[in-house]
């Protein structure tokens, strides 16, 4: 139990720290255009997300994928800027134009999880049985994005469906926030 709760709080402050802010520029990102009505709609997106996170990690502890660091570090901030992007393009926020998110959150979470291999790839060696370390790493994982998008939608909707604000403005500013870091991040970043 000592190791599940180890990799566990390893999975929660993956997402909810501050050196986690290019995770939380992210789940901010992703959530942008959503409402608390859709909340089963983000909970899938970070599920998503998570996946693909995982299966980096399991690809990386077998080292059969092996990224340069720079590289990933600056690819990161990249998916923050490429969907705040997208959500700044949207004309409409319904279901069918959003489909395009679930792929997206998925081929990004397999790029975030590529900044994450290095340190787990040390953690946990081939031989070793991965799948309850992973498993409870991802809970945590799982855990603080659904607090984050909890929160993110509990905003929304006190500003948008209560105190009126526009939709496409909410959309706007925190596409626009996490555009503005993300670039800024990726300038830092640069890798050549």
């Known amino acids: 139990m000592n190791d599940f709760t180890f ?7 993956h997402i909810i720290s501050w050196d986690a802010l290019d995770h939380i520029l992210f789940i901010v990102a992703l959530s942008a255009i ?4 859709n909340w089963k709609q983000v909970l899938i997106l970070v599920t998503a997300f998570t996946i693909g996170h995982s299966l980096t990690l399991v690809l990386s502890v077998y080292d059969l994928v092996r990224v340069r660091s720079s590289l990933v570090e600056f690819g990161i901030p990249l998916t923050i800027m490429a969907t705040a992007i ?13 489909k395009l998110n679930y792929f997206l959150a ?44 909890t929160g993110i939608l509990t905003l929304a909707y006190l500003l948008v469906n209560k105190a009126g604000l526009k939709r496409t403005w909410w959309v706007w500013l925190l596409s626009g926030i996490a555009l503005i870091l993300s670039t800024q991040m990726a300038i830092q970043r640069w890798p050549f």
């Open 106 to 149: 998925l081929f990004f979470g397999l790029i975030h999880g590529l900044g994450f291999a290095n340190s787990i790839r040390f953690m946990l060696s081939k031989d070793q049985h991965i799948a309850w370390p992973l498993l409870s790493f991802n809970i945590g994982l799982e855990l603080g994005q659904i607090v984050l998008v």
């Open 86 to 98: 997208f959500n700044l393009a949207l004309k409409r926020f319904d279901p069918s134009s959003l």
């Open 34 to 37: 959503y409402l608390a009505k």
């Open 7 to 13: 990799y566990l709080k390893m999975g929660w402050d």
